[in-house]
């Protein structure tokens, strides 16, 4: 089963250098953490900000490609964790048929909040952490916390 998430917000980790996506459950408290780059945090802040571009970044050529030939992407989902590395696929379709792409969960996320379409989490992957147990999470992880999270 999947749950509806939105994008709660990006921070900043200084102990490991890296971004932190917050996803957030609709209606609910559950929240997902997962620890990205920084191009991949500056494309999904863009997205969030509405910020235009001067020319088209990554993500913003996936969603001109689709759009020049006719695919819709119709959403996205974070299915697994697997040794510390998310995984998620992005689905397209063509009016013919329903095609997923993998993705990193960076990468789809960016591209959703481009094409305004819904975030999935597999439930499997929510814990009952709230934004507030996240913080105080994240105040005392040590480096040697940190595995292959990207």
Excluded: C, Q
């Excluded at 792409?101 to 439930?123: G, K, N, Q, T, Y």
Aim: charged content about 25%; aromatic content about 6%; overall charge negative.
């Amino acid at each position: 089963m999947v749950v509806e998430m939105r994008v709660e917000g990006l921070l900043f980790d200084p102990r490991s250098n890296m971004y932190i996506l917050l996803l957030k459950e609709l209606d609910s408290v559950r929240t997902l953490p997962i620890w990205i780059g920084k191009p991949e945090a500056d494309s999904i802040a863009l997205a969030l900000g509405k910020v235009a571009t001067p020319r088209p970044l990554t993500h913003d050529l996936i969603k001109n490609i689709t759009d020049g030939l006719k695919v819709n992407i119709t959403k996205i989902v974070i299915t697994e964790i697997i040794d510390n590395t998310y995984y998620a696929f992005i689905y397209l379709n063509d009016g013919k048929k329903e095609t997923l792409i993998d993705s990193r969960p960076s990468d789809a996320v960016a591209i959703a909040l481009r094409v305004h379409v819904p975030i999935f989490v597999d439930e499997s992957l929510l814990g009952t952490r709230t934004a507030d147990e996240l913080d105080e999470w994240l105040k005392n992880l040590r480096p040697e916390d940190f595995g292959n999270i990207m």
